[in-house]
């Protein structure tokens, strides 16, 4: 069998090689023709010299300052007495003070009002001793009156009902009820180991036998 042949000028490795050369040569043409065609610019702009500068230190003297003068003080008047003589024989005269003893003495100040505690205030609680039995008023037995009056009593520091109030009210029962509770005993209260007054509520009971 017969072998064939490549054609060389159908070789396109042979003409890509040429090509590039061929391009090469013809690019470096072109930069020397643009490198020659342009002058070359010049200018006659030249920079001013720099300029000796001395720097010279100058002392300046303090300024004083002037301090105001005092303003001028003003001038006396002179006034004249209306007689020289009448003021020499002026004389002020000795007073004598005594003090006389009075017998009224001031009164003497009030006494101070102890304080009143709340029953809830206390670190003692006081005790009932003796609770007095309230008498039951005719009119409200006839009437059939029942019920709890509530007095608040205040209690002295040994014991004694001081004063009383009715707390919670029942008709024609109050004035019962505040009698017996004035006539109650207590083991009074205690605020850190001081006996001091305290205010407390009492109930009374009012009941009828059936």
Do not use: W
Not at 51 to 56: K, N, Q
Not at 160 to 187: G, H, I, Q, R, Y
């Amino acid at each position: 069998m017969k072998a064939l042949k490549k054609n060389p000028e159908a070789d396109l490795r042979l003409r890509y090689k040429k090509s590039l050369e061929t391009g090469l040569i013809i690019a470096l043409l072109l930069a020397v023709i643009l490198l020659y065609s342009f002058k070359r610019f010049e200018t006659g702009l030249q920079l001013p010299e720099k300029p000796d500068i001395t720097i010279e230190t100058v002392d300046i003297p303090q300024t004083q300052q002037i301090a105001k003068p005092p303003p001028p003080s003003r001038p006396s008047i002179p006034v004249e007495a209306e007689d020289d003589e009448l003021l020499d024989d002026v004389t002020i005269e000795d007073t004598d003070v005594t003090f006389e003893p009075t017998d009224e003495a001031p009164p003497p100040p009030p006494p101070e009002e102890e304080e009143v505690y709340e029953f809830f205030a206390v670190s003692e609680k006081p005790k009932i001793k003796h609770k007095e039995t309230p008498v039951y008023p005719d009119l409200a037995r006839k009437a059939g009156i029942e019920g709890i009056v509530v007095v608040t009593v205040t209690i002295d520091t040994d014991g004694t009902v001081e004063s009383a109030k009715v707390f919670k009210s029942l008709p024609m029962l109050d004035e019962a009820a505040l009698n017996a509770a004035k006539k109650c005993k207590f083991k009074p209260a205690k605020q850190r180991d001081k006996v001091v007054k305290v205010k407390m509520n009492i109930p009374f009971h009012f009941k009828l036998r059936g």
